[in-house]
Protein backbone atom coordinates (compact mmCIF):
# COMPACT_ATOMS: atom_id res chain seq x y z
CA UNK A 1 0.00 0.00 0.00
CA UNK A 2 2.64 2.62 0.70
CA UNK A 3 4.00 3.08 -2.48
CA UNK A 4 4.53 6.72 -2.77
CA UNK A 5 5.98 8.72 -5.68
CA UNK A 6 8.21 11.04 -5.31
CA UNK A 7 6.73 13.95 -6.89
CA UNK A 8 7.78 18.20 -6.85
CA UNK A 9 4.49 20.36 -4.98
CA UNK A 10 4.81 23.19 -7.56
CA UNK A 11 3.76 20.83 -10.30
CA UNK A 12 0.68 19.48 -8.19
CA UNK A 13 -3.02 20.75 -7.92
CA UNK A 14 -4.77 20.42 -4.94
CA UNK A 15 -8.36 20.05 -5.66
CA UNK A 16 -11.50 18.97 -3.65
CA UNK A 17 -12.94 15.38 -4.17
CA UNK A 18 -16.48 17.31 -4.76
CA UNK A 19 -15.20 17.59 -7.95
CA UNK A 20 -15.37 13.87 -8.85
CA UNK A 21 -18.61 12.35 -9.24
CA UNK A 22 -18.10 8.89 -7.32
CA UNK A 23 -18.25 6.35 -9.82
CA UNK A 24 -17.82 8.35 -12.59
CA UNK A 25 -14.49 7.77 -15.17
CA UNK A 26 -11.75 9.68 -14.27
CA UNK A 27 -10.49 12.09 -16.96
CA UNK A 28 -7.20 12.30 -15.10
CA UNK A 29 -4.85 10.41 -12.54
CA UNK A 30 -5.51 11.22 -9.43
CA UNK A 31 -3.02 11.41 -6.05
CA UNK A 32 -3.48 11.94 -2.38
CA UNK A 33 -0.56 13.90 -1.08
CA UNK A 34 1.60 12.26 1.97
CA UNK A 35 3.76 14.58 3.01
CA UNK A 36 6.11 17.53 1.11
CA UNK A 37 6.62 16.07 -2.28
CA UNK A 38 5.73 12.37 -1.38
CA UNK A 39 2.34 11.43 -3.31
CA UNK A 40 0.55 8.25 -3.71
CA UNK A 41 -2.23 7.03 -6.51
CA UNK A 42 -5.59 6.87 -5.81
CA UNK A 43 -6.77 6.88 -9.37
CA UNK A 44 -6.23 5.82 -12.96
CA UNK A 45 -7.38 7.98 -15.57
CA UNK A 46 -10.34 6.19 -17.02
CA UNK A 47 -11.19 4.40 -14.04
CA UNK A 48 -13.84 4.94 -12.12
CA UNK A 49 -13.61 7.28 -9.49
CA UNK A 50 -14.28 5.87 -5.74
CA UNK A 51 -12.45 7.65 -3.21
CA UNK A 52 -13.84 5.70 -0.14
CA UNK A 53 -10.15 4.10 0.90
CA UNK A 54 -9.35 7.48 1.62
CA UNK A 55 -9.12 6.44 4.86
CA UNK A 56 -6.18 4.77 4.62
CA UNK A 57 -4.37 7.41 4.78
CA UNK A 58 -5.53 9.11 8.23
CA UNK A 59 -2.59 8.04 10.33
CA UNK A 60 0.14 9.24 8.01
CA UNK A 61 -1.14 12.27 7.21
CA UNK A 62 -2.21 15.89 9.57
CA UNK A 63 -5.01 16.83 7.65
CA UNK A 64 -7.75 14.49 8.85
CA UNK A 65 -10.62 15.55 6.80
CA UNK A 66 -9.35 13.68 3.95
CA UNK A 67 -10.90 16.01 1.75
CA UNK A 68 -8.26 17.71 -1.15
CA UNK A 69 -6.25 14.88 -3.72
CA UNK A 70 -3.96 16.47 -6.61
CA UNK A 71 -3.55 16.68 -9.71
CA UNK A 72 -0.27 16.89 -11.87
CA UNK A 73 -0.87 20.78 -13.13
CA UNK A 74 -0.46 19.09 -16.47
CA UNK A 75 -3.70 17.16 -16.65
CA UNK A 76 -5.28 20.58 -15.48
CA UNK A 77 -6.33 22.13 -18.49
CA UNK A 78 -7.72 19.09 -20.00
CA UNK A 79 -9.65 17.87 -16.32
CA UNK A 80 -11.55 21.23 -15.89
CA UNK A 81 -12.67 21.33 -19.92
CA UNK A 82 -14.04 17.86 -19.31
CA UNK A 83 -15.69 18.84 -16.12
CA UNK A 84 -17.02 21.96 -18.04
CA UNK A 85 -18.72 20.36 -20.79
CA UNK A 86 -20.17 17.54 -18.69
CA UNK A 87 -21.72 19.95 -16.49
CA UNK A 88 -23.11 22.05 -19.21
CA UNK A 89 -24.83 19.02 -20.63
CA UNK A 90 -27.00 19.15 -17.19
CA UNK A 91 -30.49 19.96 -18.17
CA UNK A 92 -32.13 22.46 -15.90
CA UNK A 93 -35.55 21.42 -16.78
CA UNK A 94 -34.94 17.58 -16.56
CA UNK A 95 -32.45 17.83 -13.61
CA UNK A 96 -33.19 20.81 -11.85
CA UNK A 97 -32.07 24.01 -10.94
CA UNK A 98 -30.19 22.77 -7.75
CA UNK A 99 -27.94 20.32 -9.23
CA UNK A 100 -26.64 22.96 -11.89
CA UNK A 101 -26.14 25.62 -9.36
CA UNK A 102 -24.05 23.35 -7.50
CA UNK A 103 -22.31 22.20 -10.46
CA UNK A 104 -21.62 25.82 -11.41
CA UNK A 105 -20.28 26.27 -7.55
CA UNK A 106 -17.86 23.24 -8.91
CA UNK A 107 -16.61 24.99 -12.43
CA UNK A 108 -16.44 28.13 -10.93
CA UNK A 109 -14.03 26.98 -8.33
CA UNK A 110 -11.50 24.75 -11.01
CA UNK A 111 -12.03 27.94 -13.10
CA UNK A 112 -9.99 30.31 -10.39
CA UNK A 113 -8.09 27.54 -9.81
CA UNK A 114 -6.92 27.69 -13.15
CA UNK A 115 -6.30 30.92 -13.66
CA UNK A 116 -3.80 30.31 -10.28
CA UNK A 117 -2.37 27.22 -11.44
CA UNK A 118 -1.86 28.01 -15.39
CA UNK A 119 -2.04 31.93 -15.53
CA UNK A 120 -4.71 33.96 -17.62
CA UNK A 121 -4.17 33.06 -21.13
CA UNK A 122 -6.01 32.29 -25.03
CA UNK A 123 -7.24 28.52 -23.23
CA UNK A 124 -7.74 29.59 -19.69
CA UNK A 125 -9.85 32.40 -20.71
CA UNK A 126 -12.25 30.14 -22.99
CA UNK A 127 -12.68 28.06 -19.85
CA UNK A 128 -13.80 30.87 -18.28
CA UNK A 129 -16.04 31.96 -21.65
CA UNK A 130 -17.50 28.29 -21.33
CA UNK A 131 -18.48 28.63 -18.00
CA UNK A 132 -20.31 31.69 -18.28
CA UNK A 133 -22.84 30.26 -20.63
CA UNK A 134 -24.23 28.16 -17.58
CA UNK A 135 -23.83 31.53 -15.69
CA UNK A 136 -25.98 33.02 -18.16
CA UNK A 137 -28.98 29.91 -18.27
CA UNK A 138 -29.04 30.23 -14.64
CA UNK A 139 -29.02 34.34 -15.04
CA UNK A 140 -32.18 33.67 -17.13
CA UNK A 141 -33.96 31.27 -15.17
CA UNK A 142 -33.58 32.85 -11.98
CA UNK A 143 -36.27 34.46 -10.98
CA UNK A 144 -34.93 36.91 -8.72
CA UNK A 145 -31.48 37.78 -6.12
CA UNK A 146 -33.38 37.01 -3.51
CA UNK A 147 -33.39 33.32 -5.01
CA UNK A 148 -30.27 33.16 -6.59
CA UNK A 149 -28.15 34.10 -3.39
CA UNK A 150 -30.50 31.23 -1.52
CA UNK A 151 -29.30 29.06 -3.63
CA UNK A 152 -25.33 29.96 -2.76
CA UNK A 153 -25.85 29.81 0.89
CA UNK A 154 -23.15 27.10 1.00
CA UNK A 155 -20.65 29.14 -1.06
CA UNK A 156 -17.51 29.34 0.95
CA UNK A 157 -16.60 33.00 1.01
CA UNK A 158 -13.70 32.76 -1.89
CA UNK A 159 -12.79 34.50 -4.76
CA UNK A 160 -14.38 31.63 -6.67
CA UNK A 161 -17.92 32.20 -4.95
CA UNK A 162 -17.24 36.42 -5.47
CA UNK A 163 -16.77 36.08 -9.06
CA UNK A 164 -19.52 33.50 -9.68
CA UNK A 165 -21.79 35.78 -7.82
CA UNK A 166 -20.92 39.15 -9.36
CA UNK A 167 -21.07 37.07 -12.80
CA UNK A 168 -24.80 35.94 -11.97
CA UNK A 169 -25.77 39.19 -10.44
CA UNK A 170 -24.88 41.12 -13.42
CA UNK A 171 -26.02 38.69 -16.45
CA UNK A 172 -29.35 39.46 -14.33
CA UNK A 173 -29.28 42.71 -14.41
CA UNK A 174 -28.22 42.97 -17.82
CA UNK A 175 -31.51 40.81 -18.80
CA UNK A 176 -33.56 43.44 -17.06
CA UNK A 177 -32.35 45.99 -18.42
CA UNK A 178 -33.43 44.57 -21.94
CA UNK A 179 -29.71 43.96 -22.94
CA UNK A 180 -30.20 39.84 -23.60
CA UNK A 181 -28.37 39.55 -26.93
CA UNK A 182 -26.04 36.70 -25.96
CA UNK A 183 -22.78 38.87 -27.13
CA UNK A 184 -23.76 41.55 -24.56
CA UNK A 185 -24.81 38.66 -22.02
CA UNK A 186 -21.10 37.20 -22.13
CA UNK A 187 -19.51 39.92 -22.41
CA UNK A 188 -21.18 41.09 -19.15
CA UNK A 189 -20.96 37.50 -17.69
CA UNK A 190 -17.22 36.97 -18.26
CA UNK A 191 -16.10 40.72 -17.22
CA UNK A 192 -17.95 39.82 -14.02
CA UNK A 193 -16.48 36.56 -13.59
CA UNK A 194 -12.76 37.87 -14.11
CA UNK A 195 -13.50 40.79 -12.52
CA UNK A 196 -10.77 40.60 -9.58
CA UNK A 197 -7.97 38.80 -11.70
CA UNK A 198 -5.84 41.49 -10.90
CA UNK A 199 -5.70 40.32 -7.00
CA UNK A 200 -4.30 36.58 -7.80
CA UNK A 201 -0.53 38.02 -7.36
CA UNK A 202 -1.41 40.17 -4.50
CA UNK A 203 -0.04 38.50 -0.68
CA UNK A 204 -2.30 36.72 0.89
CA UNK A 205 -1.42 38.35 4.44
CA UNK A 206 -3.55 41.79 2.19
CA UNK A 207 -6.60 39.46 0.85
CA UNK A 208 -7.25 38.24 4.32
CA UNK A 209 -7.82 41.62 5.75
CA UNK A 210 -11.54 43.59 4.61
CA UNK A 211 -10.84 46.87 3.06
CA UNK A 212 -11.77 48.89 5.80
CA UNK A 213 -8.84 47.25 7.96
CA UNK A 214 -6.36 47.83 5.86
CA UNK A 215 -3.76 50.74 6.07
CA UNK A 216 -3.24 53.60 3.89
CA UNK A 217 -0.34 51.83 2.62
CA UNK A 218 -2.02 48.52 2.22
CA UNK A 219 -5.12 50.19 0.35
CA UNK A 220 -3.32 52.09 -2.05
CA UNK A 221 -1.66 48.66 -3.61
CA UNK A 222 -5.35 46.77 -3.10
CA UNK A 223 -6.78 49.80 -5.62
CA UNK A 224 -4.17 49.08 -8.01
CA UNK A 225 -6.09 45.86 -8.62
CA UNK A 226 -8.36 46.76 -11.49
CA UNK A 227 -5.41 48.40 -13.19
CA UNK A 228 -3.64 44.93 -12.80
CA UNK A 229 -6.43 42.84 -14.13
CA UNK A 230 -6.83 45.28 -16.89
CA UNK A 231 -2.99 44.77 -17.94
CA UNK A 232 -2.92 41.27 -17.55
CA UNK A 233 -6.36 40.71 -19.40
CA UNK A 234 -4.84 43.09 -22.48
CA UNK A 235 -1.63 40.52 -23.15
CA UNK A 236 -4.05 37.45 -23.82
CA UNK A 237 -5.22 37.83 -27.61
CA UNK A 238 -9.10 38.19 -28.67
CA UNK A 239 -10.08 39.80 -25.32
CA UNK A 240 -13.18 42.42 -26.07
CA UNK A 241 -12.21 45.55 -24.70
CA UNK A 242 -15.63 45.88 -23.04
CA UNK A 243 -14.32 43.32 -20.73
CA UNK A 244 -11.06 45.06 -20.09
CA UNK A 245 -13.12 48.08 -19.53
CA UNK A 246 -14.78 45.85 -17.10
CA UNK A 247 -12.36 44.89 -15.05
CA UNK A 248 -10.11 48.22 -14.85
CA UNK A 249 -13.96 50.56 -13.58
CA UNK A 250 -15.28 47.54 -11.70
CA UNK A 251 -14.86 49.81 -8.32
CA UNK A 252 -15.77 53.08 -10.04
CA UNK A 253 -19.15 54.64 -9.47
CA UNK A 254 -21.55 57.21 -11.16
CA UNK A 255 -20.26 60.03 -8.66
CA UNK A 256 -17.09 59.65 -8.93
CA UNK A 257 -15.87 58.05 -5.87
CA UNK A 258 -14.54 54.91 -6.89
CA UNK A 259 -11.23 53.73 -7.49
CA UNK A 260 -8.40 53.86 -9.55
CA UNK A 261 -9.36 56.77 -11.80
CA UNK A 262 -12.59 58.45 -10.19
CA UNK A 263 -14.53 58.03 -13.15
CA UNK A 264 -18.06 59.71 -12.84
CA UNK A 265 -21.27 57.90 -14.95
CA UNK A 266 -20.20 59.56 -18.49
CA UNK A 267 -16.94 58.20 -18.44
CA UNK A 268 -17.90 54.80 -16.90
CA UNK A 269 -18.55 52.20 -19.76
CA UNK A 270 -22.18 50.85 -19.84
CA UNK A 271 -21.33 47.36 -19.06
CA UNK A 272 -19.12 48.35 -15.97
CA UNK A 273 -22.01 50.30 -14.22
CA UNK A 274 -23.45 46.72 -14.59
CA UNK A 275 -20.49 44.85 -12.97
CA UNK A 276 -19.68 47.86 -10.22
CA UNK A 277 -23.00 47.09 -8.66
CA UNK A 278 -23.26 43.62 -8.78
CA UNK A 279 -19.91 43.52 -7.23
CA UNK A 280 -20.64 45.99 -4.39
CA UNK A 281 -23.92 43.90 -3.62
CA UNK A 282 -21.52 40.53 -4.00
CA UNK A 283 -18.69 42.15 -1.41
CA UNK A 284 -21.43 42.84 1.46
CA UNK A 285 -23.64 39.61 1.05
CA UNK A 286 -20.88 37.04 0.71
CA UNK A 287 -18.83 36.28 3.41
CA UNK A 288 -15.26 37.53 3.52
CA UNK A 289 -12.05 37.88 5.90
CA UNK A 290 -13.38 37.94 8.58
CA UNK A 291 -16.32 40.38 8.33
CA UNK A 292 -19.63 38.91 8.73
CA UNK A 293 -21.62 38.82 5.66
CA UNK A 294 -24.71 41.22 5.76
CA UNK A 295 -28.35 39.83 4.90
CA UNK A 296 -29.86 40.98 1.24
CA UNK A 297 -32.22 43.57 2.78
CA UNK A 298 -29.65 44.57 4.83
CA UNK A 299 -27.61 44.65 1.58
CA UNK A 300 -29.72 46.96 -0.35
CA UNK A 301 -30.23 49.41 2.72
CA UNK A 302 -26.81 49.82 3.26
CA UNK A 303 -26.33 50.71 -0.53
CA UNK A 304 -29.09 53.29 -0.35
CA UNK A 305 -28.54 54.61 3.14
CA UNK A 306 -24.90 54.31 4.07
CA UNK A 307 -23.31 55.08 0.45
CA UNK A 308 -25.90 57.08 -0.60
CA UNK A 309 -26.67 54.82 -4.16
CA UNK A 310 -23.96 55.50 -6.07
CA UNK A 311 -24.25 53.57 -8.83
CA UNK A 312 -25.66 54.66 -12.23
CA UNK A 313 -29.40 54.91 -11.69
CA UNK A 314 -30.70 52.60 -14.16
CA UNK A 315 -28.77 49.69 -13.13
CA UNK A 316 -29.74 50.66 -9.35
CA UNK A 317 -33.55 50.59 -10.81
CA UNK A 318 -33.14 47.14 -13.00
CA UNK A 319 -31.70 45.52 -9.78
CA UNK A 320 -34.03 46.39 -7.01
CA UNK A 321 -37.16 45.07 -9.73
CA UNK A 322 -35.19 41.88 -10.29
CA UNK A 323 -33.93 41.66 -5.88
CA UNK A 324 -37.35 40.14 -4.61
CA UNK A 325 -39.52 39.22 -7.56
CA UNK A 326 -41.73 36.91 -7.13
CA UNK A 327 -42.24 33.83 -9.37
CA UNK A 328 -45.22 34.03 -10.57
CA UNK A 329 -44.46 37.79 -11.98
CA UNK A 330 -41.23 36.41 -13.88
FE1 LIG B 1 -12.22 44.12 -7.00
Known sequence: MDTHLDMTDSLMVPLSIDHFIDGSLLPADVFFKLQPNK????????????????????????????????????????????CLLSFQKIDVGVDGLDLKFKFLAQSS???????????????????????????QEVARQSHSVIELLHRFKDLPGNRASQALCVSTVSAMIAIELGWASDSLLEKV??????????????PDSLLRKSYLDLTSQERA????????????LRTVPGIPPEVISIVHEHHENSVGEGYPRRLDDGKINPLSKI??????????????????????EQAVNYIQ???????????????????????QSG
Open 275 to 296: VGLATQFTELVLPSGNEEPLKP
Open 305 to 327: NVLGQPFNSECYKAFTIIFGKKK
Open 109 to 135: DLVIKQFEFLGVNSETVESARLLTKSI
Open 221 to 232: LYETHPYVGAQI
Open 39 to 82: YIPVGKRGQASHFRDLHLFKDKIKDKKLQIVHLQKSELKDFVNK
Open 189 to 202: SIGGLLHDIGLQNF
